[in-house]
């Protein structure tokens, strides 16, 4: 099947990347394009999944939290000298 484009912006862009790419045609050229960018898409990790991992570090290295901290305490403490 033939790859027809009605665009001439689309078309440009095509036969850009067909060169750079040093695809054969513009339909390969498309084709690789687009299987990149669904690879990408499939590959990508979700926001939540990231901040999770982010957090779990963090909480790894800071130990665990301590409840009974006074800061009031602690500030004051600060000043004295």
Same mark, same amino acid.
């Given at each position: ?10 078309? /440009?862009?095509?036969s850009?990347?067909?060169? !750079?790419?040093?695809?054969?045609? =513009?339909?390969?050229?498309?084709? *690789? &394009?687009?299987?990149?960018?669904? /690879? ?6 979700? !926001?939540?999944?990231r901040?999770? =991992?982010?957090?779990?570090?963090? *909480? &790894? ?8 901290f006074?800061?009031?305490r ?8």
């Amino acid at each position: 099947m033939a790859l027809y484009i009605r665009d001439d912006t689309v078309d /440009d862009l095509a036969s850009e990347l067909q060169k !750079l790419s040093k695809a054969p045609n =513009k339909t390969e050229a498309v084709r *690789r &394009a687009l299987q990149h960018e669904l /690879d990408r898409i499939r590959q990508e990790v979700p !926001l939540r999944e990231r901040v999770a =991992k982010i957090q779990d570090k963090f *909480r &790894a290295r800071m130990g665990s939290n301590k409840p009974n901290f006074d800061m009031k305490r602690f500030t004051d403490e600060m000043w004295e000298l």
